[in-house]
């Protein structure tokens, strides 16, 4: 009795095992990761750095598109995570350093300091206060960067 009950166990996990294997989804590869990340990074940085940076060094009107800028960043920040950034995504066309694999901690910083900095843009874009938009977006592109500065190798 007892051992059949044993036996009952030991099949019960290795079909839990098995399924899981089957059924899991299968880790993202390197270069999967980055292709994601460079994508997010270039999806945040057009707004950002265009669409709003330009408004805000008089290069382009205020309008409508500086809010749906806004509005772009904030969402795509708002999805951020340490995801984007695992052991195994620095592959060669990459320009990560390999010090953010071991940094989490940080980097959840450096992420939530960006989220706090880009929820803060769109309100303050809708408003149209030229002076309060520069300040709104210098606080965001200073975030971007620390983690630049940190963990993404120049040229
Ligand atoms: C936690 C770190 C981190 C944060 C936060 C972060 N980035 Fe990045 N970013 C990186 C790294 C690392 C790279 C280099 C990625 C690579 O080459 O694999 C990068 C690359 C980029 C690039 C270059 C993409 C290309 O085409 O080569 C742009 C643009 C960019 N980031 C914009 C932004 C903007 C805008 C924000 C803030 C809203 C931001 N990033 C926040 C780490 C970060």
Same mark, same amino acid.
Request: with cysteine; hydrophobic share 45%; net charge positive.
């Given at each position: 009795?007892? &051992?059949? &009950?044993?036996?009952?166990?030991?099949?019960? %996990?290795?079909?839990?095992?098995?399924?899981? @294997? #089957?059924?899991? !989804?299968?880790?993202?590869?390197?270069?999967? #990761?980055?292709?994601?990340?460079?994508?997010?990074?270039? &999806?945040?940085?057009?707004?950002?750095?265009?669409?709003?940076?330009?408004?805000?060094? %008089?290069?382009?009107?205020?309008? +409508?598109? =500086?809010?749906?800028? !806004?509005?772009? #960043?904030?969402?795509?920040? @708002?999805?951020?995570?340490?995801?984007?950034? +695992?052991?195994? @995504?620095?592959? !060669?066309?990459? *320009?990560? *350093?390999?010090?953010?694999?071991?940094?989490?901690?940080?980097?959840?910083?450096?992420?939530?300091? #960006?989220? =706090?900095?880009?929820?803060?843009?769109?309100?303050?874009?809708?408003? %149209?206060?030229?002076?309060?938009?520069?300040?709104?977006?210098?606080?965001?592109?200073? !975030?971007?960067?620390?983690?630049?500065? /940190?963990?993404?190798? /120049? /040229?």
């Amino acid at each position: 009795m007892q &051992r059949w &009950r044993r036996v009952l166990v030991l099949i019960a %996990g290795m079909s839990a095992l098995s399924a899981a @294997s #089957v059924h899991g !989804a299968p880790p993202e590869d390197g270069k999967a #990761v980055f292709e994601r990340r460079q994508d997010t990074m270039k &999806r945040m940085g057009r707004p950002l750095y265009l669409g709003i940076g330009r408004v805000v060094k %008089g290069k382009a009107p205020y309008g +409508p598109d =500086t809010v749906t800028a !806004a509005e772009s #960043v904030a969402s795509l920040a @708002s999805t951020l995570d340490r995801a984007l950034f +695992p052991p195994g @995504s620095n592959v !060669a066309e990459s *320009k990560i *350093k390999p010090e953010i694999f071991a940094a989490s901690e940080h980097v959840d910083q450096l992420i939530a300091a #960006v989220k =706090t900095a880009a929820g803060k843009l769109v309100p303050v874009v809708r408003t %149209g206060d030229r002076a309060a938009i520069t300040a709104a977006y210098t606080a965001v592109a200073d !975030a971007c960067n620390a983690c630049h500065t /940190e963990f993404r190798k /120049e /040229e």
